[in-house]
């Protein structure tokens, strides 16, 4: 017989197996069938493998063991009680549940283990505000473990909680268990070096709950393990409400999650699962590591969802192997203070506004970024913040409106390239679209001496398969301001969709520079009224800019403006046709440098358009402007105009008090306007 001591204790064992004889007492049948002992001050042999075992009296104790103990059930329950175990090398398992539901309790194992071997550990039901803490080396090796009720699970100093596989079961830990607000306010915490919690198929944080926190600190780690059909969920309800439930990883705490299935099934983690599960959060702090191994990363997973949110700050990071989504309604997520992101695809999509935020330092490092669906904002933000996408499309407004990209103060953005890749404001590259969609009001910003470095082509506006009568774009932007960086490998192309591409717009301004190293840039390829705006901006491109690509282009504008723009081409042709051109807006003191210089030839076609507003200037300031400089060759063929002089005499002008000519100016052909030069007025009083 193996035995299991207590002292000091006053208990109940109930057993429909057999009447057992304590030491100094008696147990009795009573008619409810229940062993009732009747001098309970010094026994200490409880029979062993029994039927249910039940401790269901006020006690403060501790309990020891010589020996392995096993019973079928064990119930900790209904009185309230201050108990210790101490299991030395030995172990206390039920082979069914063992259930720690005893009220206003406080239970400690400090050596030993306890474990069910066929059923589940359980501290939930309906009792409340019990403590239960295991200290290492005090072990838990269960099927499964279920925690609810305002209870308080602290695993700490190096002790374990293994829920796997035994006795032909699937091992779980949940957390959380209970039906909407009957299931509030739990707590699971490891803490230390060593300490470790262990599931082997789902883990779910507030499972139909509300208010249930893990915490993962100092050191300790979790492994969580998804099986086919299962995901590691916090915020889980099919039924119910299911808020404010969180997993916080702070001090070098570590979670992971693993799958355990087969490729293509179920797996990966959702963060506000179904309807109602609103305001769960994941927050990693000081150096945390949350690595998912297992299939997507689902924050937000039902567009009625509200709130749910993920933060990442203190140097921790978060690794994703697949698909990070960034969805439901109004969620948000930070990555934060020299913190780290590495996943497959970041997609930010959903109802609502969705914000995005990386900022203080921090590195995002991702397959494809793709902004879409609902309303949303992503932020890069501060000196040394960057985000690199690697794959192939991305960008903001796929096939949706009303999104917004900035890079500020320093941070930058990467795009490189992966085969046949493109980056996209407004716009993709899909032949699917059979209904009538709109992407629009989409705007990317770098500004505050913020870098962009895009290797692919950069689509403003554009849909690169061809037409497509029910994909509309118009009035996304892409602007470089207060000195704010892009540079691109493969050009820009505004507006690239016949008839439904129309007022997409580049701004380069307030010291912006955007420095293009090869592939020809399109102002308007098919579209039409699109503009690239220079304002105290500058755009240097080493390949041909043309304002078409098809005669469906038209009226495809550069626009100059402000006293320090430069539009330069250092090798390649500006193409200007079909009502597109030059466009410039004098101010009144004139430009510092010559606006547009050509390095290549220029082929002006006659239905090419020039606009040059500057009597503001002329009756201000007046004197000789230059407009442009041409080192290469004035194209002359049929179609074109037949000199740069035809060209400025073509001039839409406003106002009469100027005058728009050309000249040779070592070697080079010369755009200029004259006026007059005013010269101040002195008035002397006498």
């Not at 042999?45 to 020891?64: D, S």
């Not at 698909?323 to 969620?331: A, F, P």
Request: glycine share 12%.
């Amino acid at each position: 017989m193996k035995k299991l001591l207590m002292t000091v204790c006053a208990i109940t064992l109930a057993t429909g197996l057999f009447a057992q004889t304590a030491q100094n007492g008696t147990w009795t049948n009573t008619a409810a069938g229940v062993w009732d002992v009747t001098d309970a001050s010094n026994w200490n042999t409880f029979p062993n493998e029994l039927g249910t075992a039940t401790f269901n009296r006020a006690m403060t104790n501790t309990l020891t063991a010589s020996e392995d103990f096993t019973a079928a059930t064990v119930n900790f329950s209904t009185a309230a009680m201050d108990l210790t175990m101490d299991f030395g090398e030995y172990g206390f398992y039920s082979t069914a549940n063992m259930a720690f539901t005893a009220p206003r309790s406080s239970f400690l194992l400090t050596n030993g283990l306890i474990g069910s071997t066929g059923g589940a550990l359980q501290m939930n039901g309906s009792t409340a505000d019990s403590t239960f803490t295991v200290k290492g080396p005090g072990k838990i090796w269960t099927r499964s473990m279920t925690l609810g009720g305002s209870n308080t699970l602290i695993v700490t100093d190096g002790a374990t909680v293994d829920a796997w596989v035994v006795a032909g079961g699937s091992g779980a830990i949940y957390f959380g268990i209970g039906q909407g607000e009957n299931v509030r306010g739990s707590t699971f915490i490891l803490d230390g070096d060593g300490t470790r919690a262990v599931s082997a198929s789902c883990t779910s944080i507030g499972y139909r709950g509300a208010d249930n926190t893990m915490i993962v600190r100092n050191g300790a780690v979790a492994v969580f393990s998804t099986s086919t059909n299962y995901a590691t969920s916090i915020g889980y309800a099919d039924r119910g409400y299911c808020n404010n439930n969180r997993l916080i990883v702070e001090s070098g705490g570590s979670v992971t999650n693993m799958s355990l299935a087969p490729s293509g099934s179920r797996g990966g983690i959702v963060l506000g699962s179904h309807v109602h599960c609103s305001t769960n959060g994941v927050i990693l702090s000081d150096g945390a590591t949350f690595n998912n191994w297992g299939g997507d990363f689902n924050l937000g997973n039902n567009t009625a969802n509200t709130g749910n949110y993920i933060r990442v700050t203190g140097g921790s990071t978060l690794t994703n192997i697949n698909t990070l989504t960034i969805g439901g309604v109004d969620s948000w997520f930070h990555l934060m203070t020299n913190s780290t992101l590495q996943c497959g695809n970041l997609t930010i999509n959903g109802g609502g506004e969705t914000v995005v935020e990386i900022t203080k330092g921090s590195v995002a490092r991702v397959a494809t970024l793709g902004i879409n669906i609902g309303r949303h904002r992503l932020t890069l933000r501060d000196t040394d913040t960057a985000l690199y996408a690697r794959g192939a499309v991305s960008g903001l407004g796929f096939t949706t409106s009303n999104h917004k990209l900035d890079v500020l103060d320093g941070a930058t953005l990467v795009k490189n390239t992966s085969g046949t890749t493109l980056f996209c404001v407004g716009g993709n590259r899909n032949n699917g679209i059979s209904v009538l969609t709109y992407a629009t009001n989409n705007v990317m910003t770098v500004a505050n001496g913020s870098v962009f470095n895009c290797e692919p082509v950069i689509y403003v506006g554009c849909y690169e398969s061809g037409p497509n009568a029910n994909f509309w774009l118009f009035d996304n932007w892409l602007e470089v301001v207060d000195g704010g960086v892009v540079i691109s490998s493969n050009g820009v192309r505004i507006s690239t969709l016949v008839a439904t591409s129309y007022s997409n717009e580049v701004l380069i301004a307030s010291g912006g520079v955007w420095t293009n190293t090869a592939g020809t840039s399109y102002v308007g390829y098919n579209g039409t009224d699109s503009r690239l705006v220079l304002s105290n901006g500058t755009f240097h491109t080493g390949a041909a800019v043309q304002t078409y690509s098809a005669a469906t282009a038209s009226n495809n504008v550069i626009a100059i403006q402000g006293t320090n723009s430069l539009f330069r081409i250092t090798a390649g042709a500006l193409f200007t046709r079909y009502g597109g051109g030059l466009e410039f807006d004098v101010p009144r003191k004139g430009m510092a440098q010559t606006p547009v210089v050509l390095g290549g030839n220029f082929q002006c076609f006659d239905d090419s358009r020039l606009v040059i507003r500057a009597a503001d200037w002329a009756k201000r300031t007046g004197g000789e402007l230059k407009l442009l400089e041409l080192a290469g060759t004035w194209s002359a063929t049929a179609g074109y105009f037949p000199t740069m002089k035809a060209y400025a005499e073509s001039a839409v002008v406003d106002g009469d008090n100027f005058t728009v000519d050309v000249k040779s100016e070592g070697g080079k052909q010369i755009l200029y306007i004259w006026s007059p030069p005013k010269s101040a007025t002195v008035i002397m009083l006498r």
